[in-house]
């Protein structure tokens, strides 16, 4: 009976074993950057993206697409997340699949990190060079420094062909044109090899002989001076003045060989140019609003007072880059990504045209399954619970006027 | 067989079981190794090491050697006052590099597909053989730590000069200059790793002109004078046998 006991916990054993192992095989391409976990408050009060245009939808290697745009800093920024003085304008991509070979905010190549300023629009453009073939959801995204990662809305986007044909040309400032996406590499696999090589033979010097117990042995009678021999000095020497005079000397090819080098380039970027948008001839004041969970809407109270000459009425709410329109008033043909756009999703009590210094209350509401999928429902466990977001208005030509929307918000659980 | 017997039959099997014992202690040493102190390395050297354009002439300089001293130390401190072999440094770091250039070729190229010529690892060979050379030469911690830890902040940058210049060649991109370096860092894009969080050419060493450099790599070495100290110390309390009693030895 022991004896099939001890069996069966062995073999029991091999089958974890074997399943532990099988499991490191299976790994799935993960597609999502985790921005349906993001906490809502922040993706609702922190950086607004909108009028988003991802150029293409499917492009081959070595081909190029943009991702454009605008984003709003917004002015009721939390308290709670550390203010953008200091971002970085980057893109959420499963690594680098694509290439970013440009990125600017109003009209600066933005390299490095930028310092933004809170109630400020700004104009973006991100050029993107295909590299690895797939398809990829490439999202926009702004990096605050202690505030962290601010994903905006993703599309996927294909990409064909063979990586193995993907070339990344560039002039150098000495008038070399190189490949960077293997440039140097055979010198990086020279110096690290030829080291490795010299470290090991310094290594085989010494484990070709008896080590551990005769040695310890000897060290333990007393006899542990006999064990450097005089020869083991003088190679040692060999080995340790062989190293300083190769560093040396490659140091020296080296400088030869690269007379102009620059430090790396780092610093922060201010004064970036922001969008010069007049002021909004709408004001809006939000009365109350609350987010009934059974329903997934938010129901908002709003007093609209037009100060302009032209009646408006309201088309789209805009909030963590989920869209809500008012199918009536204004219709999307960007493309925008579907899942995050509720064509019919917002409702108006009275969306009649609202005439020039006619002040009206009305019952918004904002509906979609959006709301769940996206986790923006769990704004009512956020610790500062509040929303935020855009609401356009539009005239009868068209114009667009984007006012900005922050208040408490109230759950309803009935 | 009692106790008192031996377990081999003649000094040609003693021999050969002693070779196995070191091959056997020599493997576990080395995967050892290789994983704690890649782990230790990854978790206190972490982006300095990993990309080209963190790869500056003062932090990379100042931290990298620094926070790599520590397993050569301990080890050191083991292998040499146990059984006299001054191999602890360059084991050491064979072992790392062998551990990094799997994760680099594996991991970072492999399998997220950063190429090799940004990520591959920062070189410690050459101040390793030194350390234990001085180590073998020198018979003492004190010699070790002051001439063998100073020459290790030292050889860091000089011995991986050659692997990074061609990197640090200029070039112009939509009007601002970059070096190649960067612009690798700005063209594979890493979701993760914001430019901000770069640490790089940052600090008040500002009176040396360009020649930044040899200073932070003096600064690096007087601080690995003091780390070599207190791992070496770390190496000799974890090789003590106090905890296996008298009669078992």
């Known amino acids: 009976m022991k004896i099939i006991k001890d069996k069966v916990s062995k073999l029991s054993f091999v089958a974890l074993l074997v399943t532990l192992t099988a499991a490191m095989f299976y790994t799935p391409t993960a597609s999502a950057h985790g921005e349906k976990s993001q906490a809502a408050f922040m993706r609702m009060r922190t950086i607004h993206w909108y009028d988003l245009d991802w150029s293409k939808d499917e492009v081959a290697i070595n081909e190029t697409m943009t991702i454009s745009g605008k984003f709003h800093v917004f002015s009721g920024w939390p308290e709670t997340v550390d203010k953008p003085e200091v971002a970085f304008l980057n893109i959420g991509i499963p690594g680098p699949v694509f290439i970013r070979q440009g990125s600017w905010i109003g009209g600066q190549l933005v390299p490095r990190s930028v310092t933004l300023e809170l109630g400020e629009t700004y104009d973006f453009k991100v050029l993107l060079k295909a590299r690895r073939p797939g398809d990829w959801h490439v999202h926009t995204m702004m990096n605050v420094e202690g505030g962290g990662p601010i994903i905006g809305p993703g599309k996927w986007v294909t990409i064909t062909g063979s990586m193995s044909e993907f070339v990344n040309p560039i002039v150098t400032l000495t008038g070399e044109t190189i490949n960077l996406e293997d440039y140097a590499l055979d010198n990086v696999y020279f110096w690290h090899a030829l080291w490795y090589a010299i470290g090991l033979a310094w290594l085989v010097f010494w484990v070709k002989r008896p080590m551990f117990i005769p040695r310890s042995i000897a060290v333990v009678d007393g006899k542990a001076d006999s064990l450097i021999s005089p020869l083991d000095r003088k190679i040692g020497i060999a080995f340790a003045l062989g190293t300083v005079v190769l560093v040396m000397a490659s140091m020296g090819a080296t400088n030869d060989a690269y007379p102009v080098t620059t430090p790396l380039q780092a610093g922060l970027m201010r004064g970036i140019k922001w969008i010069d948008i007049p002021a909004p001839t709408v004001t809006v004041k939000v009365e109350d609003a609350t987010y009934r969970v059974p329903g997934r809407a938010m129901q908002m109270t709003l007093t609209i007072t037009n100060n302009g000459d032209a009646a408006v009425q309201l088309g789209e709410f805009n909030t963590a880059s989920v869209r809500f329109l008012d199918a009536e008033v204004y219709e999307d043909e960007s493309g925008y990504p579907d899942d995050i756009l509720a064509e019919e999703g917002l409702t108006v009590s009275d969306n009649s045209p609202l005439a020039p210094g006619e002040t009206r209350t009305v019952e918004v509401t904002a509906s979609d399954a959006a709301w769940e999928v996206y986790r923006l429902a769990d704004l009512i466990y956020d610790p500062d619970s509040r929303f935020a977001g855009l609401l356009f208005f539009f005239d009868e030509e068209g114009n667009r006027q984007m006012v900005t929307v922050d208040s408490p918000l109230i759950p309803s659980f009935i | ?249």
């Not at chain 2, 050892?32 to 102190?37: E, K, M, R, S």
């Not at chain 2, 370096?181 to 890493?190: E, F, I, N, S, T």
């Open chain 2, 1 to 249: 067989m009692s106790a008192s017997q031996s377990a081999v039959r003649s000094r040609a099997e003693a021999v050969q079981v002693s070779r196995t014992f070191d091959w056997m202690i020599l493997f576990t040493l080395f995967t050892a190794v290789l994983g704690g102190y890649h782990i230790h390395y990854m978790l206190t050297g972490g982006d300095w090491d990993f990309w080209t354009d963190w790869k500056d002439r003062r932090l990379w300089v100042t931290v990298a050697p620094i926070v790599s001293i520590t397993f050569p130390a301990a080890v050191q401190a083991c292998l040499w006052w146990r059984y006299r072999l001054p191999i602890g440094a360059t084991i050491c770091v064979v072992a790392l590099m062998l551990g990094e250039w799997i994760n680099r070729y594996l991991n970072f190229w492999g399998w997220t597909y950063f190429p090799v010529n940004f990520c591959f690892p920062s070189n410690l060979i050459p101040g390793a053989i030194v350390l234990d050379v001085i180590l073998m030469l020198g018979g003492s911690m004190t010699l070790t730590a002051v001439v063998g830890g100073l020459a290790w902040g030292l050889l860091f940058y000089p011995g991986n000069w050659p692997i990074i210049a061609p990197l640090h060649v200029p070039v112009e991109y939509n009007g601002m200059m970059m070096t190649l370096a960067d612009l690798q860092g700005y063209h594979y894009v890493r979701t993760g790793t914001p430019e901000y969080i770069r640490m790089v050419e940052k600090g008040t060493l500002r009176t040396f002109g360009k020649d930044v450099a040899p200073v932070s790599a003096f600064f690096s070495g007087f601080v690995s004078i003091i780390i070599y100290f207190l791992w070496h110390f770390f190496g000799k309390w974890f090789a003590k046998t106090d905890f296996i009693a008298d009669d078992e030895l």
